[in-house]
Each structure stands twice: as structure tokens, then as C-alpha cells.
């Protein structure tokens, strides 16, 4: 058998080195996850679904479950609890395991890489993006595993890389069939991205009809059919949203922005007491610095090409030129991150969590199509990813667990204590909840937990000072606290963090409230007293 | 990849192995037979080798996730329910089948399709429109949940909430007793004692189409 050039030794070596850059980048991008994994960082949130899981994986058929005095709404993501159902399933994988499991930290990266690689014309560019999307904390630290972001983030950044694809190099049956089973499964998994969907869609197509109101990139027809699609069966819009809508709760958001940053700017008043802050879970003033830098960065690397082209459109007077090939991509994208910012005001919160994950490679395609010189694009990349690596070393130091913290025997002995005494409604933070979740999860059963608000946490550290008016200790009849954690923000519902409680444990041990019934070295349990209730 | 061999054989042995291996090498077949394999198959006819390497790599575990996510729903309806083993292999039969059918086919689909599909993309929003939004919610699937708990009374009760139940309907409280109540359609809302495990069914021509469990866990 005669040896062809394609196997010649030469051309195989070089073929092995041209293999040896991606499997670095991608060991590289590996890294955060991995670490995740081993510090075992968990959205608190995600314990629920957990716990869902744990509790019906002998069942064949999942059903709504009564989880937490709630009802688990199997609709709102039927689709994500099956896939995940099926991955416990199939790999074997327990669901106190599968939480943790890398799977984001692989797909994510890969996806964002693809994304840049289809936008930008620079594969050093599209490295550095994929190394952002790894290492940038405040999203990895939840798409990391087999969180619901993972799975979305995914579809989402698929969707955008087909939508690019028509974009730039035109409409096909396939790109465009590709692009409904994307929607339609993202769709089943979270109801946040159909929304972001749209926007991306219907504003893409809005773009392409004011470039050129012949072609035939626009696909308005496929933006109103995932409008249809969406209000038709939207459970989350019809039952949360509207019933926002109805209860006039909705848009607070606004005006609490708005206080905020009034606040900020000297004029308004800030709530006197132990007020909640929303910042990450972390002390750290690397974290902090980072942070903001990398904001700042974010934003200015977005807004220079932007403002380099619209002024080049106004001195031309040609402004078509704006929306040119990959450019109306990064206008339609940055249009559906403002987009679902205000949309998400309707839930009541202030979302820019598609701004923050999309910024770095809409800033880049900007950049390319100003025609700024690349070795700034470079800079503004490696810049990032500078940034984003600090951030996350100085987040996963700070959320290395200890060694008590990491032994489950120890926690779940807690767990048992507590159900044990059946002391009913539990008082504690975000993540020791979801780890007595989860525990009851395997059991089948369920319990009813109690959530820190400004009240709840005044009144457990004896603070006397004015504060918002509440229902105190009302309802809760025992507090647990995981010495391994109390160091650390305690987290509650709403996104809602509070001051460690470490600082204030001889406090809670001297309120005349609280008597110190356990204590293991790692989980303290104290009952609340009657009266206090 | 030309040969049926190369192209069937790595599925084949990931459900096999998903389904009879143990431990690591069982989860590593298995989240390989979820997320990558039946995209990576599937697209390898659909994209040719036009797309880099990672492109194509990010498009199959995107199609992949697709597949996965369809399937773990939709075995769900079928008698041997959700399961390692249906699972596995009906994903191992959309890697191989899909390969096999996608040979057989040949060429992509055509550009002149579209049209067709253009108008099926209008008149899929034109119906779904008309049925599902006048009234609001009427195509909205049934739903059985708790909508509240009360547990500081004397006795523990929740509040049951049907949506979406059809004439015919009823709902089945399993508990120390098991009481029918017959539901007209539409809406329905109940308290329902759970002092004891309670097991709600909502039947449907003979058989439950939703169930949800309350009681006796709580502390």
C-alpha cells in the first residue's frame, strides 16, 4: 500500500500540533468548571430542581410534586426537568452529584467559540471570547454544571450562530428549520429565551427591512410565529407575568432602580437597619476592582466602534452602511439585550443578564466592521479575559469550602437532627434549605421553609434599631445555621443577599429567643421560642 | 466515514454500554449518547464539511441537546416511560436510523422549499393565533397543582387547583379514603384535608393524566 502526501509523517506532525491549540484552549476552558466542581459552588436555586428530581427518579412518568409547602410546577420546564431526568437516568448519576457535574463548563465555551469563529474574521479573537464565556464568574458560576442556564445558554448561542449564519451568508430551509427546533426546545426548557429570541428575531428582521426592504434575510413571518407560538402557550406569562400585571406589582422594578441610583447620587433616603445588598457572594476586593473594570471595559469597548460607526454613517450620510453583514447582527443583539432588560421589569426584577453574556462578542463584531485596527481588538479581548480570570480566582478562593463543609455525612446529620425533632418550619439560608431539600428529596418527602428577609434577620441578631416593618419570627420554629457558611452572604429568596452571620453569632447567642439545641461543629440548630414567633 | 461500520458502530456501543455499564464508563457513554453523538450524526449529513471543525462540533451538541430534550419528553407518553433503557436506545436508534435514512435520502433539501415553508411559518401563526388566544388559555394543557398550604390550622389543609380539565373529568383524592369529585371543565379550586399522605389524581377517560402528592412529609 503506497503512502499518499495526506499521510505522510510530515504532514501528520504538523496535523498533531494543529490539534494541540484547540485541546489547550479547551483544557483551559475546562479549568473553572472543573474547580467548580471540586468547591462544589451551587445556585442555591437549583437544589429545588434537585430535589425534584431526586424524588421522582423512580418514577417513570414526572408529575407536578408538592416540594417545600409549593407546588412544583412541572410546565414551567418540562423540558429541562425531563432532559435532566434522562441524564440521572442514563449515566447513573446521583442528582447530589449530578448538580455538580461539568457539563456547562464544556458546552458553553465551545458554543461561544463557534459563535465568535462564525461573526469574526480572527480565530485568536474567538479563543479569547471562548476563554471570557469560561472564566467570566458571574455567569460561569452558574452554568458551569447541569444548571437550567447551562442548557439555555446553550440553545441560546446555538440560535444566535444560526441567526448569524443568515444573516451573513443568507437564508436556507436548513438554517431556518434549525432555528425553530431551537426555539421550540428552548421553548420547553426556560421561558426566559424564547423571549430573547424574539427580540433577537423581530428586531433582526425589523433591521433587513429598513437596509433593504427586499430581502429576503428578514423572516418577520418566523418572528410572529414564535410570538404566536409564545403567548399561545406561555403558563409563566399568563399566570406570573399578568398576574403581576393584575396585582399592579409589576414594573417595580423601575422605581426601585431608580431609588437606587438616587440613593447613590445623594438624593434619596436608604432604609435604616441590616439592609439586604445585592452584590455577589464574595468580600473580595480583587472581586470588586474586576468587577468593575470589567465593566467598565465591557462598555466602552461596545461603545467606542458603535459611536466610530454612526458617526462614519452621518458624515456619509449613507446609513445603510450601519447595517452591513455581521454589524446588523451585533445591532439586533444588543437591541434584544436592552430589550429583555426592560421585559424582565415585568417579573420585578432588573435583568442585564443577556447584555453581560453577549457584550463581549457584540462589542468585537462592532469593532470589526468600524474597521478599527485589530491589535486594539486584541487588547480589548485579552483585556477581558484578564479581567474575567482575576474575578474568578478571587470568587472560587473565597468559596473554597472547608473541609467540615465538605463532608456530607456531617451536614446531612443536621438534616436528620432537624427532622428528626419534626420541628416544622425552618429558618436558614438559601443553600443549607437546598441541601435539607434535597436530603427529603431522596426520602419523598417534603418540608416548609422559612426565608431571611431585613424583619427575620433583624430580629435573629437582636437588632433593636428601626428597620422595615415585618413579620419578625413569626412562622419559623427553628433556626439553622451552617457554621461553614456563615461567613459568607446569606442568601435568600428574590436574589436577596445579607451580611454574614458569623460577626453576629455571639449576638444570636445571647437573644433570649433563640435556645442553642444543637450543635455539631458545623450545623448549629437553635429553637425559636414561642413567644417570638 | 464511509463505510456503515464507521458511521453506525459508535452509537451502537454507546447504548450499549449506557445501558449495561456501571460507574464512570457508564456516565461517560451515557452523557456522550445525550449530548453529542445523535447531533454529531445527524449533522454530519445536514452540514457537509463546509463548517471548521468547532462550528460543526458546537451544531451537534446543540442538535443533540434538541434531540434529547424531545425524546425525554416524548418517552415520557409512551407505556415504558421515562428509563434508562428507552431512553438510551431510542436516542441510539435516532443517531443510527438517522444516518442510515440520511444516506439513503442523499442531498439536502432543496432551496426552492421555502416558499412552501415561509407560508407554513405564516399560516402556523395565523391558526395557532385564532385557536389558542380567543379565549386566552383555551388550548392551555391541563394543569393539577397545590396553589397553597395551610398548616397552622387545627389540621392541615391544601389548596388543589385545576386548570384546563375537560367535561368528564375527575379528580381522585387517595388518602386514609379515596373520594371522587367529578369536575365540569374549565377551572376548578379546592381545599382538601392532608393531615394524613394525600395522593390527588386527576382522571381522564379512564386513566390519570396528572397526580400530585400532598401531606404527611411535612414536619
Not at chain 1, 78 to 91: E, F, Q
Amino acid at each position: 500500500m503506497s503512502t499518499t502526501v495526506a499521510e505522510s509523517p510530515a504532514h501528520v506532525r504538523s496535523g498533531s500540533l494543529r490539534l494541540l491549540a484547540p485541546a489547550l484552549l479547551g483544557l483551559a476552558c475546562l479549568l473553572p468548571g472543573l474547580l467548580s466542581t471540586l468547591a462544589r459552588v451551587v445556585d442555591p436555586f437549583f437544589y429545588r430542581n434537585a430535589a425534584f428530581l431526586a424524588a421522582e427518579l423512580s418514577s417513570p412518568v414526572l408529575h407536578d410534586r408538592d416540594i417545600a409547602g409549593t407546588s412544583y410546577r412541572l410546565m414551567d420546564h418540562i423540558g429541562y426537568d425531563s432532559l435532566l431526568g434522562a441524564v440521572a437516568r442514563v449515566t447513573g448519576i446521583d442528582p447530589g452529584q449530578l448538580m455538580f457535574l461539568a457539563v456547562g463548563a464544556a458546552m458553553v465555551p465551545l458554543l461561544y467559540y463557534a459563535l465568535a469563529r462564525t461573526l469574526l474574521r480572527s480565530r485568536a479573537l474567538a479563543a479569547m471570547l471562548a476563554l471570557y464565556a469560561a472564566y467570566d464568574p458571574t455567569m460561569g458560576l452558574t452554568q458551569y454544571s447541569t444548571h437550567n442556564y447551562a442548557w439555555m445558554h446553550v440553545l441560546f448561542l446555538a440560535a444566535a450562530l444560526v441567526y448569524g449564519e443568515i444573516l451573513v451568508r443568507g437564508r436556507t430551509v436548513r438554517r431556518v428549520l434549525w432555528l425553530f427546533a431551537l426555539f421550540l426546545t428552548s421553548f420547553v426548557v426556560n421561558w426566559t429565551v424564547p423571549v430573547w429570541l424574539i427580540l433577537l428575531v423581530g428586531l433582526g428582521a425589523l433591521l433587513v427591512w429598513c437596509r433593504d426592504r427586499a430581502a429576503r434575510e428578514g423572516m418577520l413571518s418566523l418572528a410572529a410565529a414564535f410570538l404566536v407560538l409564545y403567548f399561545g402557550y406561555s403558563q409563566v406569562f399568563y399566570r406570573d407575568i399578568l398576574g403581576a400585571l393584575e396585582r399592579a406589582t409589576a414594573l417595580e422594578a423601575v422605581p426601585s432602580l431608580l431609588q437606587e441610583v438616587g440613593t447613590i447620587l445623594g438624593w434619596g433616603h436608604a432604609v435604616a437597619g441590616p439592609e439586604n445588598f445585592q452584590v455577589p457572594p464574595t468580600g473580595s476586593a480583587v472581586w470588586d476592582w474586576a468587577r468593575l473594570l470589567r465593566t467598565l471595559v465591557l462598555a466602552l469597548g461596545t461603545a467606542l466602534p458603535a459611536a466610530c460607526l454612526l458617526w462614519e454613517a452621518w458624515r456619509r450620510r449613507r446609513w445603510s452602511d450601519l447595517l452591513a453583514g455581521e454589524a446588523l447582527w451585533a445591532w439586533a443583539m444588543l437591541g434584544a439585550g436592552i430589550g429583555a432588560a426592560l421585559a424582565y421589569t415585568a417579573y420585578g426584577h432588573v435583568s442585564v443578564r443577556l447584555l453581560v453574556f453577549m457584550l463581549p462578542v457584540v462589542g468585537m463584531v462592532l469593532w470589526q466592521a468600524a474597521g478599527l485596527p485589530r491589535r486594539y481588538a486584541l487588547g480589548f479581548g485579552a483585556l477581558l479575559v484578564a479581567l474575567a480570570v482575576a474575578q474568578f480566582a478571587a470568587a472560587i478562593g473565597s468559596l473554597w469550602p472547608t473541609a467540615a463543609s465538605r463532608d456530607e455525612g456531617l451536614l446531612a446529620r443536621g438534616a436528620e437532627y432537624v427532622q428528626r425533632t419534626g420541628d416544622g418550619r425552618v429558618l436558614s439560608d438559601l443553600g443549607t434549605l437546598g441541601i435539607y431539600l434535597l436530603e427529603d428529596g431522596r426520602r419523598g418527602e417534603s418540608f416548609l421553609p422559612c426565608y431571611y428577609s431585613a424583619p427575620r434577620y433583624a430580629a435573629i441578631i437582636g437588632y433593636s434599631g428601626p428597620t422595615e416593618q415585618g413579620e419578625g419570627l413569626q412562622g419559623c420554629d427553628v433556626l439553622v445555621i451552617n457554621l461553614a457558611a456563615a461567613d459568607r452572604p446569606t442568601a435568600s429568596i428574590g436574589w436577596r443577599y445579607y451580611e454574614p452571620l458569623a460577626p453576629y453569632m455571639s449576638r444570636i447567642d445571647a437573644n433570649p429567643r433563640l435556645q442553642r439545641v444543637y450543635d455539631d461543629g458545623v450545623t448549629v440548630v437553635y429553637r425559636i421560642s414561642r413567644g417570638a414567633r | 466515514m464511509k463505510r456503515w461500520w464507521l458511521i453506525t458502530l459508535p452509537p451502537i456501543c454507546c447504548v450499549i454500554l449506557a445501558v449495561v455499564a456501571r460507574g464512570t464508563v457508564g456516565a461517560v457513554a451515557g452523557l456522550l449518547l445525550i449530548l453529542f453523538l445523535p447531533g454529531w450524526m445527524a449533522l454530519g449529513l445536514m452540514e457537509g464539511s463546509r463548517s471548521t471543525m468547532a462550528v460543526r462540533m458546537a451544531k451537534a451538541v446543540a442538535l443533540s441537546l434538541v434531540l434529547s430534550v424531545l425524546v425525554s419528553m416524548a418517552v415520557q407518553l409512551l407505556p415504558w416511560g421515562l428509563s434508562r433503557e428507552s431512553v438510551a436506545v431510542t436516542l441510539g436508534a435516532l443517531a443510527v436510523g438517522g444516518a442510515v435514512v440520511g444516506r439513503r435520502l442523499g442531498a439536502p433539501l432543496e432551496q426552492g422549499f421555502w416558499p412552501a415553508l415561509g407560508s407554513a411559518a405564516l399560516a402556523l401563526a395565523l391558526i395557532v393565533g385564532t385557536v389558542a388566544l380567543a379565549p386566552r388559555g383555551r388550548t392551555a394543557p391541563t394543569a393539577l397543582y397545590v396553589e397553597s398550604m395551610d398548616r397552622s390550622a387545627a389540621a392541615e389543609r391544601a389548596l388543589i387547583t385545576v386548570r384546563g380539565a375537560r367535561a368528564g373529568d375527575h379528580l381522585r383524592l387517595v388518602g386514609d379514603r379515596v373520594v371522587e369529585v367529578p369536575l365540569r371543565g374549565g377551572d376548578w379550586s379546592g381545599w382538601v384535608r392532608t393531615s394524613s399522605p394525600l395522593r390527588v389524581e386527576l382522571w381522564r377517560e379512564g386513566r390519570v393524566v396528572r397526580m400530585v402528592s400532598v401531606g404527611g412529609g411535612g414536619r
